[in-house]
């Protein structure tokens, strides 16, 4: 195939880190590609090759899908963009045995509704079809054999190919059941903003309130060389031009099996419910990685450092009270994360990590003494270590009593979050008054 435009959707904040690692991706084996990658709003594009779809398909981590743009083009009504479609050669893709679906998303469009679009577009299908083979496809909603994106600017179409099927952030790994816990695409985006990519250098890595471990598995795959698709298919592979790329993608996951090794660093987690560690450790083998992560069921009030320096990084619960340990939580209030961006829009609900699990932090009853508790204990025990915390209170610096040295903004679903940076350098710390009881500690930060 000859090049060919490719789109990365990917949470909002996470564009420029989406690029570097399609580079790091990309460099050994396509540079040309490098010289068009393009960091937008919501994604990164870039043109390649079937071989540039699979294998971003197999290493990207913050990804959430690779859509293959098959037609582009002006448009002024759904007329056109009927012609658009009708100019495609579905044949070479499907047969009327298949299944189809189509998603439209847009930005200042000015057609009145987009679901009258993907009509058009599926008419088009349907009649192309027909014509060539005397019959027409069916329609799928969930489970299609090719699966439709079109995307409308204000005078401008395009059509693309959702290669990926299910979302990219579905490993293969975790148990369908249950509610869905943080996405692996944002844990890798905060490891990725943390700049821990598993080397010694960047030190042991802790998350005290692994929820269902989405973080530290990501990090000791990371740790281990594993890429994140081996676990699981592709929409691709059953699409009749990657259908002759067979050979070619099994070497590349020859490859990346081969690629494998020891972690140079430890990675620890552990939460305080009995329930949830256990279910990380379940989820942590079934992802290969038992072996690389040390579980401990502990208050994150309480745990000391593993080790003398290393990399702190959680997503504490936000906005739902903290219950005391063994209290459960029922009545916590869910949220979904999808339809938050046009780019995702067809995304499922999920939820947070500690969704319906994390049964409380022993010793805090709510939040604000959780945090500023959570701030004195790495001023006694954390001193040397850096620590990354993802939060939507644009405030939680000022809470914690903490300096922060960087915030990056950053989306969980629908949620606009800040992940926070805090230097524990052992020596540049200072007790101030204590706040309304609380003992709060002021960390100074070190760049």
Same mark, same amino acid.
């Given at each position: ?103 439209? $998303? ?107 471990? $989405? ?38 996951? $020859? ?109 805090? $009853? ?82």
């Amino acid at each position: 195939m000859n090049p060919t435009p490719l789109f990365l959707p990917c949470a909002n904040g996470v564009e420029a880190l989406l690029a570097d690692e399609v580079r790091a991706i990309l460099a050994p084996v396509a540079p040309r590609a490098l010289e068009t990658i393009n960091a937008g709003r919501g994604g990164v594009g870039l043109l390649g090759s079937s071989a540039t779809a699979m294998r971003l398909h197999l290493h990207s981590r913050l990804a959430q899908r690779v859509l293959w743009q098959i037609a582009a083009g002006p448009y002024r009504d759904e007329q056109d963009l009927y012609a658009l479609a009708m100019g495609v050669r579905w044949g070479d893709w499907i047969t009327p045995k298949n299944s189809i679906r189509v998603d439209t $998303t847009a930005i200042r469009s000015p057609l009145q509704s987009l679901h009258f679009a993907s009509l058009r577009i599926k008419d088009a299908v349907c009649d192309a079809l027909r014509a060539s083979h005397g019959a027409r496809p069916d329609v799928d909603p969930r489970h299609p054999d090719l699966s439709l994106v079109l995307h409308l600017h204000e005078d401008h179409a395009a059509l693309s190919i959702d290669l990926s099927g299910e979302a990219l952030f579905k490993r293969g790994w975790r148990e369908a059941k249950g509610e869905a816990p943080l996405k692996e695409t944002l844990a890798a985006a905060m490891l990725a903003a943390a700049g821990w990519h598993g080397r010694e250098e960047d030190g042991d890595l802790l998350d005290p309130c692994c929820g269902a471990g $989405t973080i530290a598995i990501e990090a000791a795959q990371i740790a281990c060389g594993i890429a994140p698709g081996l676990q699981r298919s592709f929409a691709f592979e059953k699409l009749a031009p990657f259908r002759a790329e067979a050979v070619a993608w099994q070497q590349m996951k $020859t490859e990346a099996r081969e690629a494998r090794h020891a972690p140079a660093v430890a990675i620890h987690a552990g939460d305080v419910s009995f329930r949830m560690t256990d279910f990380a450790t379940r989820n942590a083998e079934r992802a290969g990685v038992m072996s690389a992560i040390q579980f401990k069921t502990a208050d994150a009030l309480q745990r000391p450092a593993p080790g003398p320096r290393g990399v702190l990084i959680m997503n504490p619960p936000y906005g739902e009270r903290i219950e005391a340990k063994g209290s459960g939580s029922g009545g916590r209030p869910s949220r979904e994360n999808d339809r938050w961006q046009s780019a995702e829009a067809w995304e499922r609900p999920g939820q947070r990590d500690d969704a319906g699990a994390r049964e409380g932090f022993e010793g805090a $009853t709510n939040a604000a003494t959780f945090f500023s508790s959570l701030a004195a204990h790495w001023k006694r025990q954390y001193g040397g270590w850096t620590a990354w915390v993802l939060s939507p209170d644009a405030k939680l610096p000022s809470a914690m009593r903490l300096k922060e040295s960087r915030r990056i903004p950053m989306w969980n679903g629908p949620i606009e979050c800040r992940l926070f940076r805090f230097d524990l350098v052992a020596g540049s710390m200072r007790e101030s008054k204590p706040a309304s009881g609380l003992g709060q500690v002021e960390v100074d930060a070190q760049d």
